[in-house]
C-alpha cells in the first residue's frame, strides 16, 4: 500500500463524480476518494472498486476527510474562455437592438467609464462571485483598455479564488472605434500591454500565477497594423497567450478579406498572434485552410453559441472542428450572451449544432436544408464547458483526475426548490444529462478553486 | 369617487406590474393599486398617476393590503400551452436519442405506466408544484391514455391552485401506436373521452371551471378516421377545447399528406376539429393557406421553440403567424423540451427566430442564408407566453388587467444569490428584459392563481 504521497495531503474528500476523458466519453465514479494536495491539485483518487478502498479510507482517518452524501456529484470546475468583463451591467440588456446600435449606445459608453477604477471595483466584484457561484471556476477574460480597472479585476479575482486569464484590450484603429474610446497613441498603448503584464505576473498573491495576462487585440478591425505586429512581438517576448475575436460575422470576416486579402486565421498567424497560447473567440466563418492552420498551431477555439444566434449571423461548424481534432471549449461572450452560466451555454452549443443539422426554414426541402451530421450531445456539451476548455488553454484544469487542480462543482440533485429531477430508475448518465439540462445557480451548492473553498 | 365596487374587494395590492397589451406594446405600471375580486378577478386598477391615487389609497385600508417592495415586479402568470404530463420523468433525460429511439425505449414505456393511479400521483404532485413555482399558472396539459390518472392529474391541480387545461389522450391506429400502449375499442375510447370530459365538469371544487376537459387526438398518425370523426362530434356536443400536434415534423407532416391527400391543418379542419378553442402544437409545416384556415376558424397554435431544435425538423415561422395575428402561445413541450421553464421558452423562441432570419449554415452566401426579418424580440416573447397563451384558450388571463383573473407571479430583482442583475441606470424596458433573460426559479418569489396566493 502505497503511503508515499500522504505527507502531501492537504485534505481527502469523498464523494460521486463525473469528468469527461474525451468529447465522447464521460466517465462516473460513485463515492471516490480524492485526496487534494498542499498545492492545491489532486495528488490521488482511489476509487470505490480498488481492492485498498477501505484500508486507504481508514488511513485517510488522520485528515480533514468531506464526504458528500448519495446525492451530490462532483464536476470539473467550468472553463469560460469568452467573457468581456466590462459589460457585465449589460447583461440581458438591449439584445433586441442591431450589433451596431448595441455597440454605439450601449457597449462602448460603457466600457468607456471604466477609466475609473471606483466605477470598475464593485461590478468586478459582483461579477467574480456571480460566476463562481454557477461554478465558472476559470474565466479568459476581455477586460477594457484601462490598465488600472483590469489590474483590479485580477486582484478580485485572486481575492475571491478565481482562476483567471485577464486581456486589457488592445484598439487603435480610428476608422473603427469610437471617437472617445480608443488608444491614440499605439506605442504607448503597447508598451501598456507590457506593463500590464508585467504587474499581473507580480501581484502580491499571485505565487502560483493562477490569475494570468493575456494580450487582447479586440479584432482585427479595431486594431491597427502598427498595433497588430507590435502585439504579435510582445506574445513572443513574453510567452502570454493572446485572445481575440476571429471571423465572427459576415461583416467582420469580409472586412479582413477586404483589408488582407486573407482570412482573420491567416492574418492573426502572419502576425505572430497564432500559436497554441491563443484562443479564437467565435470563428463561426472560417474556412478547410483556417482549420488546417489552427490544427497546426495548436491554437484553441472559444464556441460562444447563445451570442452566435444574437449576432453572428450562422452557427461556428462545432461537428467539424471536433472530428479535427481542435482545441475547442466554451465561451459565455457576456453580455453579447444574456447567461453567466456554462450550463446555459451547453445548452445552447446543442441546440445551435441540431439547427445547424437539420436547418431552419421548413419551406426547404428537408435533403437540402441542413449539413449532414452536424448535432452534438450533452456528452460533447459537457466536454467542451469542462476539459475541452481546459485543454484549450493548456492548463491542469477541467478534468478530475490525478495531478489536475482541484477545480470543482458540488451539484446537489435534491434541492427541494429545483426544476433538476432525478427518479430512481435515472442511471449515471441520465443524472448528467439532467444536470446539464436543468442545473440553475442553487443546485451548485459548493465551488471549489485550487483547492480552496470559494463559495 | 367611485365606491361602487367596495363591497366587491377580497384584497388590494401596490404592486409594480409588467404586462403586454400587444405583441410590440409592453406596458409598465409602478406601484398600482389592484383590488381582487371575490370572484378571484381584477375588479379594479388604479395607477399610481391618477389624481384620486392617494384618496384611494386611504379608502382601501379597510381591506387587507399587500404592499411588494419597489424592486418585486408582478407579471401575469405564464400560460403553458403544451406539455405532456406523463413525460415529467423524462425532463432531460435520453434527449440524445433519435426520435424514434426516445419514444419507444423511453416515452411510451413511460406513459404506459400511468395505468396505475399511485404511480401517477406522486409525479403529477411534483410536477404541478413545480411548474406553479416557475410562475406557469395555466397549463393545456395531455396526460396519457388513462382516464383514472388523468382524473387524479385534474384533482391534483385543484388541490394545488393551477389553471389547467387536462387532455385524457386518444391514440387507436394500430399502425402507429406501440402494441402495450394504444386503445383498442375505439367506441369504448370514445364514449371515455365523453366520461371524462363530464366527470372533470363535475369534480368537487370545480365550480368555476378553473379545471377544464380537453380532446385530445395524439396526432392524425396515431388515431383512426373513426376517432377522429368520433372526436370531431364530441367537440360539437360539449364545446371543449381540442388539442393534437400538427405538422409538427417533416415524417408527420409528410404522413398527413400520405394518408388525406392535405395537410393536417385542413384534415382537423374536415374532421370538425378545427375551432376557436383549438390549439395545434408545433405548426412548423404549415402552409399560407393552413394559416388562413387557422386565421378564419380563430384556431390557436402552442409555438415549443425548445423541442423544435430537438425533434421538429425546422423552425415555427412565427414572424409570419404574429404578422396575420394568429393566435398563438408558447409550449415548453415537456419532456421533447428539457426545461419547465415558460422562461426558457421566450429565450429559446428568440433564438429559433434569430437562426430563422439569419440562416445557420456559414458556408451559404449571406443573402441566400436565412428568411427575411423573422427575428422577434424579448417584447414579442413575452407577450407569447402571457397575453398569446391566454388569448389562444380565450380565458380572461395572461394579462393584468381589470375584469381578468388575478394570475401573477412576484419577481424579486434582488435575490442575493441570482443571475438576475439590476442596475442604477436601468429603465423599466430594461428590467423586464433582463427578467426574460435571467430570472431562475429562485427569483418567483411567490404565485397567485384566481387571487390565492399559491406558491
Redesign the interface.
Known sequence: MDQSFLPDIQLVIQANFFTASSPQEILFYPQALLCIGKNGKIIRIIHHDDALYDSYRALFKQFTLIQYPEHHYLLPGFVDLHLHAPQ??Q??????LPLADWLQQHTFPLEKKYASVEFARPIYQ?MVT?LL??GTTTVLYFSSIHTPASLELARICLQKGQRALIGKVSMDNPEQCPEDYIETDTQQALQEVRDFIEAVRQLPQNETQRVQPVITPRFIPSCSDTMLQGLGEIAQDTDCHVQTHCSES?WAHQYGLDRYGKTDTATLNDFGLLSRKTILAHS??ITQEDFSLIKQQQAGIAHCP?SN??F??????LRRALEQQLHIGLGTDVAGG????LFNAC??A???S???Q??????IE?GQ???QEAAI???EAFWLASAGGGIALDLAIGQIREDFYFDVMVIDTQHP?????I?PD?RPE?IL??I???T???NIIEVWVEGQKVV
Request: aromatic fraction near 10%; glycine fraction near 8%; proline fraction near 5%.
Open positions: 457585465w451591467p447583461l440581458g440588456k438591449a439584445l433586441d459582483d456571480t457561484a454557477n459576415d463561426n466563418k447563445l444566434f444574437y453572428a449571423n450562422c452557427v461556428f461548424p444574456h447567461s453567466p452560466s445548452q445552447h446543442i441546440t445551435a441540431k439547427a445547424l437539420d436547418g431552419v426554414d421548413g419551406g428537408a436544408r441542413g449539413t450531445s450533452y456528452k426548490h429545483s426544476n433538476l429531477k427518479w435515472d441520465d444529462q439532467k446539464i439540462y436543468n440553475e445557480r442553487q
